[in-house]
Nanobody, 120 residues
Framework: QVQLVESGGGLVQPGGSLRLSCAASRNIFRLYPMGWYRQAPGKQRELVAAITSGGSSNYADSAKGRFTISRDNAKNTVYLQMNSLKPEDTAVYYC??????????????WGQGTQVTVSS
C-alpha cells in the first residue's frame, strides 16, 4: 500500500515563493529516493529535484540556486521550497517515490500532482 499526496501549489507572482509538500506512505518513504517532477502543457515530464533516503540531493540546472528539496522522516514528508519563481516554472508538479536522480525506477509511484502557476 503506497500513497503520495501533494499539496502547496497555487498562483504566485514572478519572484515569489511556494513550498510544496508530499506526504508519503511510511512503508516506502524511508526506503526509496523521493523526487519532484514537473510537466508543463505540451512538454514532457522532467525532473526538478531528487533526494535519497540518506538526504543527498540532486537538482535540475533550472532549479539550482532557487529550489531546495528536503525530507522530514518524522513526518514522512518531502518538501520542495521554491524561491524566485519564474513564469517558466509554471507546471503541474508531481511527487515521485522510487526513482533515482537519473530517473531510473527501483519502484515507481506518483502523486496526483499540484498546479503551480507563476504569473503577474
Amino acid at each position: 500500500q503506497v500513497q503520495l499526496v501533494e499539496s502547496g501549489g497555487g498562483l504566485v507572482q514572478p519572484g515569489g515563493s511556494l513550498r510544496l509538500s508530499c506526504a508519503a506512505s511510511r512503508n516506502i518513504f524511508r526506503l526509496y529516493p523521493m523526487g519532484w517532477y514537473r510537466q508543463a502543457p505540451g512538454k514532457q515530464r522532467e525532473l526538478v529535484a531528487a533526494i535519497t533516503s540518506g538526504g543527498s540531493s540532486n537538482y535540475a540546472d533550472s532549479a539550482k540556486g532557487r529550489f531546495t528539496i528536503s525530507r522530514d522522516n518524522a513526518k514522512n514528508t518531502v518538501y520542495l521550497q521554491m524561491n524566485s519563481l519564474k513564469p517558466e516554472d509554471t507546471a503541474v508538479y508531481y511527487c515521485n517515490a522510487g526513482r533515482d536522480y537519473r530517473g531510473i525506477p527501483h519502484v515507481d509511484y506518483w502523486g496526483q500532482g499540484t498546479q503551480v502557476t507563476v504569473s503577474s
